[in-house]
């Protein structure tokens, strides 16, 4: 649980009385390969801290699988909309490797502001670095060429080439599997 503890107090800066009752609130989760932390169509009722293992996010959209996400180790993962608004989810969320997790339940998460009075600056923050990623995640895709995308996320995440199927990073930056090979191809010559 300290990769969890050290993630919170890094990014959210907790002091360290609540950071051990907010991190006790989290609870060990292993997830298969192959399973699924959600699925599309389902309420999300929890938030997780990824301490080992990939989960992609994806839906189907004409007979077609498009890869939204892949999050590893020192992410959170959940499905926001769902989980703020208790919504249907759009999306899947699915172990691409077996997974460790630290998981809070939707119910400790709306309480938070009870042990950590703070919290709602807090979540301000958090919520406002998830709008910052998702804002850069638009702009790469309009302002970027396919080339660009790829040594952008190689650069970020370069563990991800070697532990996920391409197949599936081409989908999320993008661009067919051919063209994410043909690229490949090309920054390795």
Same mark, same amino acid.
């Given at each position: 649980?300290?990769?969890?503890?050290?993630? /919170?107090?890094q990014?959210?800066?907790?002091n360290?009385?609540?950071?051990? @009752?907010?991190?006790?609130?989290?609870a060990?989760q292993?997830? $298969?390969?192959?399973?699924?932390f959600? &699925?599309e169509?389902? @309420?999300?009722?929890?938030?997780?801290?990824? &301490?080992s293992? *990939?989960?992609?996010?994806f @839906?189907n959209?004409a007979d077609?699988?498009? @890869?939204q996400?892949?999050?590893?180790? %020192?992410?959170f993962i959940?499905?926001l909309?769902s989980?703020i608004?208790?919504? $249907?989810?759009?999306?899947n969320?699915?172990a691409?490797?077996?997974?460790e997790?630290y998981?809070?339940s939707?119910?400790d *998460?709306?309480n938070?502001h009870? /042990?950590?009075?703070?919290?709602?600056?807090?979540?301000k923050?958090?919520?406002s670095?998830?709008f910052?990623?998702?804002?850069?995640?638009?702009?790469?895709?309009?302002?970027?060429?396919?080339?660009e995308?790829? %040594?952008?996320?190689?650069? *970020?995440n370069?563990s991800?080439f %070697?532990?996920?199927?391409?197949?599936y990073?081409?989908s999320?930056?993008g661009m067919? $599997?051919?063209?994410?090979?043909?690229i490949?191809?090309?920054?390795?010559?």
């Amino acid at each position: 649980m300290h990769d969890l503890e050290s993630y /919170i107090q890094q990014h959210f800066g907790i002091n360290k009385e609540s950071l051990s @009752t907010v991190a006790n609130l989290f609870a060990k989760q292993d997830l $298969p390969k192959g399973s699924y932390f959600l &699925k599309e169509g389902q @309420t999300c009722d929890k938030l997780s801290f990824i &301490k080992s293992g *990939y989960l992609r996010i994806f @839906t189907n959209v004409a007979d077609k699988e498009i @890869t939204q996400w892949i999050a590893g180790e %020192n992410y959170f993962i959940t499905e926001l909309s769902s989980m703020i608004f208790r919504t $249907p989810s759009r999306w899947n969320i699915q172990a691409l490797s077996d997974c460790e997790l630290y998981t809070l339940s939707r119910k400790d *998460y709306e309480n938070l502001h009870l /042990i950590v009075p703070e919290w709602p600056v807090l979540e301000k923050l958090f919520i406002s670095k998830c709008f910052v990623t998702l804002e850069d995640r638009v702009f790469t895709f309009l302002s970027q060429t396919a080339e660009e995308r790829y %040594n952008h996320l190689f650069a *970020y995440n370069p563990s991800l080439f %070697n532990n996920i199927p391409l197949q599936y990073i081409a989908s999320m930056l993008g661009m067919t $599997p051919e063209t994410l090979s043909r690229i490949r191809r090309k920054s390795i010559s």
